[in-house]
């Protein structure tokens, strides 16, 4: 037998507090970060505010600073450039601003223009071109209201379902925990909100609640084993070891290829990766330090099985 | 026993079904760009039917166009707005139809978007004027020459003292201080003269424009560089005005005071696309009068033709009342111009020379390409869109975009398998290889039942395929660790094997369940390329848990008498 993690016995239970004042931080930081979205105050991607993006590949290598202050100085103050990796084109870039419209001329017009000015002799090729305008954005941001309240809902009546009261709280807080502290450093960063993004917060969810039910499943069962007054901590504690070396192996397999996909999948799906693996090491945390030990404080304040 | 050949058996017809829903799809993928054209010359058309009858590509994966275009029903008659979006619709796929697309998605979307989808086609701008042009087709008369010039002289003393008024407020016009800011063309010696037109200067105008707007003829001054000129000559019926001056007199036209002093009789128009004059683009701004003399409605036989100079037309026929009105028209205005307006932009406007009973001809004017002429036949032919539309949504995806992604999609689908593959295989040893066993299976059949149900694959669809190989094996994982357990505790190995699938299979049911949801809700309310996503993992997922458990369990169960365990 080959194995990555021996029998454990690690007091996580015993790390409660430091996992707790830790989270907190996290968790706030998300919440922050989902009220400055409400108030449209975040960085949200052209694909929820609109705007254009233009793709496209210059024939010589050029001077990155050179493109960002052409284009900022042509009245783009605040466009994002990109170097985008592309194996038959090496001096590709992406530029995404946050207007339709500029002076009259159309957006994407208009950076061709400034491009084609700022490097003469050296040919820009546009591969691709996205112009969103505000009513497009708005529709999108409907849907993803709706997407995310389907899921959260669909969640909840499934924990309400599969668990009882008091885990299914903590199951609950843990997810939201998990998207809160990804959209929360996404936020730290400066990190564009988009619709894929938002897909990988979904999906996340459904990943960290998941190694959750997995936890609770485990002391569920040994619960039953084990019934005697003061084994309640003993008991979860134990729990988490016993299911330790599927959470790191299951975290390992997701990790391996959202790793893969962040390195190899290109610019599109660069920024859904990265949520994806700071999902990954978030919710495995979490399932850890965070999911139990609320089932522990909580079983400690008002005893409820052992009493 | 029993139930070990049923499962075979049922596993054995997946396999076949798998096979028959990927197989075109296979054969298609497998072919190179050689073997395509060789399949073409054989039959021409081959290829691409076996190209339909494959798994379909998305947009951002095979390269084309998406727009999502905006009825402006406040633009029309209250009775016309019922329908309005399905006639477009309607108009909108009869023009498609002309270019040739292969199957284009045309479909509405809540009560006055439509959405169309090009695959394969990349021409931006040729697209946004076959889709976006209302097509509205008007014969309109010439405003005289003088009292053309009239207008134009009563614009120019408008501006001139709109102007005047508001550098005498600034006081700055000093005749050397003006010259100095033409002369420098920077911005800061600009300043003076361009707050004053500030209120309809774009911020990016050079100093240089600013400066040039004093004067007795702010307006007129940038018709007069082509006027009388033996190479332009086009003095009348439309005034030539460079490309970099024409936002200008847009701006001049449109303040309120030059609006008053243009008759309700009169418009100005622009030609619809530049010409060359001088060696520099130009564009020519008409003076019309207002009246439709002639709608393009009832043309027949629209067609492709050339004029007496040998330029691009498209010619129509006429018959019954539209023959007689529009000989009537003509025929009283002999000699005269008659201006082509196609959505208030000047097509042309030719001279009539004679009489034009029943055969119309459309002269393409500026620098019009063969391609240009060939928009313009087929928006006649489908006909005007009922209303005007607005393009609120445009993505252009180019060919190499596309593959690039593709190959992106590939790279990282292989290595992500073969990661995946070599950790599991090495990790639990024969028992991983059985698991490796499972996720081929799975991978297959997601592809099998994507191709099978004609779901479209996008870049998050790839991201979704990736996705389940890593979440799948989790499935095997569960049951792994608890074969571990199991035998651990002292159980036989075939004890232990059925211990750990059934206690697995009820979190391993459950931890599936969340992801479906996420994927129910993404597929749900997606657009195009998340429901591409949506549609691979829940098929990934739902697949993986026939694939991780029964198929697996199928091959733990081949062997009958387990001493050891690799695992």
């Known amino acids: 037998m080959f194995r990555i993690i021996k029998e454990t016995h690690i007091d996580f239970i015993g790390q409660r507090k430091k996992a707790f004042l830790f989270s907190s931080i996290l968790v706030t930081l998300g919440l922050f970060a989902f009220v400055m979205i409400l108030l449209d105050k975040a960085n949200m991607g052209i694909d929820f505010a609109g705007g254009t993006m233009i793709q496209g590949s210059f024939e010589q290598a050029i001077n990155v600073s050179q493109l960002r202050n052409a284009v900022n100085a042509g009245g783009f103050p605040e466009a994002s450039i990109q170097r985008v990796d592309r194996h038959d084109s090496p001096n590709s870039y992406i530029i995404r601003v946050k207007e339709t419209v500029s002076g009259g001329e159309k957006a994407i017009d208009k950076l061709q223009r400034i491009i084609a000015e700022a490097f003469v002799g050296n040919k820009f090729t546009k591969d691709s071109e996205h112009t969103i305008g505000p009513a497009v954005g708005e529709s999108l941001k409907r849907s993803a209201r709706w997407a995310i309240l389907i899921s959260v809902l669909g969640m909840i009546i499934y924990i309400g379902l599969r668990f009882d009261f008091r885990s299914g709280v903590a199951a609950t807080i843990a997810t939201f925990h998990d998207v809160l502290a990804v959209l929360g450093i996404f936020y730290l960063f400066d990190k564009e909100i988009t619709l894929l993004v938002v897909t990988a917060l979904l999906t996340l969810a459904g990943y960290s609640l998941t190694d959750t039910v997995v936890v609770y499943d485990r002391i569920r069962e040994n619960l039953r084993k084990f019934r005697k007054k003061g084994e ?70 008002s005893p409820r099985r052992f009493k | 026993m029993k139930g070990q050949t049923w499962r075979f058996v049922v596993t054995g017809i997946f396999i076949v079904l798998g096979m028959i829903g990927f197989w075109n799809t296979l054969q298609y993928w497998t072919l190179s760009a050689g073997d395509k054209q060789k399949m073409e010359e054989l039959k021409p058309g081959s290829a691409q039917e076996l190209e339909r009858k494959a798994m379909r590509l998305g947009l951002d994966l095979k390269g084309g166009i998406h727009v999502v275009l905006r009825v402006e ?19 909108i796929r009869n023009r498609v139809d002309f270019t040739g697309v292969t199957e284009p998605v045309i479909q509405k979307q809540g009560d006055d978007r439509i ?220 000699d005269k111009p008659l201006a082509i307006v196609i959505d208030n932009k000047v097509e042309s406007a030719p001279f009539i020379n004679s009489k034009i009973r029943n055969e119309g001809q459309i002269t393409m004017g500026g620098s019009a390409t063969i391609k240009d002429a060939q928009n313009l036949e087929i928006v006649l032919k489908a006909g005007a869109l009922p209303a005007p539309v607005e393009i609120i949504e445009k993505n252009v995806i180019g060919p190499t975009l596309g593959s690039d992604s593709i190959r992106k999609g590939l790279v990282s689908s292989i290595v992500g398998l073969i990661a995946v593959f070599l950790f599991v295989g090495i990790y639990y040893r024969i028992s991983g290889f059985i698991a490796d066993i499972g996720l081929l299976f799975n991978i297959f059949f997601l592809l099998a039942i994507m191709a099978g149900l004609g779901a479209t694959l996008t870049m998050p669809g790839i991201a979704g395929i990736i996705l389940t190989i890593g979440i799948s094996v989790d499935s095997n994982i569960l049951i792994f660790e608890r074969i571990r357990e199991e035998l651990h505790s002292g159980k036989t190995v075939r004890a232990s094997i059925d211990a750990g699938y059934n206690r697995a299979l009820l979190t391993i049911i459950d931890s599936h369940v969340t992801t479906l949801i996420t994927a129910g809700a993404l597929f749900l309310f997606g657009s195009g390329p998340i429901k591409g996503f949506a549609v691979s993992l829940f098929w990934g997922v739902t697949i993986s848990l026939y694939t991780a458990v029964v198929v697996t369990k199928m091959i733990f169960d081949i062997r009958k008498g387990y001493k050891t365990l690799s695992i």
């Open chain 1, 232 to 301: 309640f901590v003993s008991t979860v504690n134990r729990s988490i070891n016993e299911v330790l070396s599927r959470t790191i192996m299951t975290s390992i397999t997701v990790m391996t290829v959202v790793v893969i996909l962040f390195l190899f999948g290109g610019e599109v799906l660069r920024d859904f990766a990265l949520a994806m693996i700071m999902g990954v090491v978030i919710g495995t945390y979490s399932s850890i330090f965070v999911a139990s030990p609320i089932v522990i404080e909580w079983e400690a304040h």
């Open chain 2, 73 to 91: 029903k406040e633009k029309i008659e209250q009775s016309a707005r019922g329908d309005a979006v399905d006639r477009a619709i309607q108009v």
């Open chain 2, 115 to 334: 959405i169309v989808d090009l695959p394969g086609y990349t021409d931006a701008a040729q697209a946004e004027n076959i889709i976006g042009q209302t097509a509205q087709l008007e014969f309109k008369l010439i405003e005289s020459q003088e009292n053309a010039n009239l207008i134009l002289k009563k614009i120019d003393s408008i501006v001139a003292i709109a102007n005047k008024a508001k550098t005498g407020e600034t006081g700055a016009s000093r005749p050397e201080e003006k010259a100095e800011s033409i002369a420098k063309d920077s911005s800061k010696a600009g300043d003076t003269t361009k707050d004053v037109f500030a209120d309809f200067l774009s911020e990016d105008s050079s100093a240089a424009e600013g400066a040039i707007l004093e004067g007795e003829t702010p307006f007129t001054q940038f018709l007069e560089p082509f006027l009388n000129r033996p190479e332009t000559n086009t003095q009348w019926p439309g005034y030539m005005v460079a490309e970099r001056d024409r936002r200008l007199l847009e701006k001049m036209l449109a303040m309120p005071e030059v609006k008053r002093v243009i008759p309700d009789d009169v418009q100005f128009a622009w030609s619809t696309r530049a010409e060359i004059a001088s060696a520099q683009n130009v564009y020519r701004l008409y003076v019309l009068k207002s009246k439709v003399q002639f709608l393009g409605k009832n043309l027949e036989r629209i067609n492709i033709g050339k004029g007496q100079f040998q330029e691009h037309t498209v010619d129509f026929r006429l018959s019954g009342q539209s023959a007689a009105s529009f000989a009537r028209l003509t025929g009283a205005n002999i």
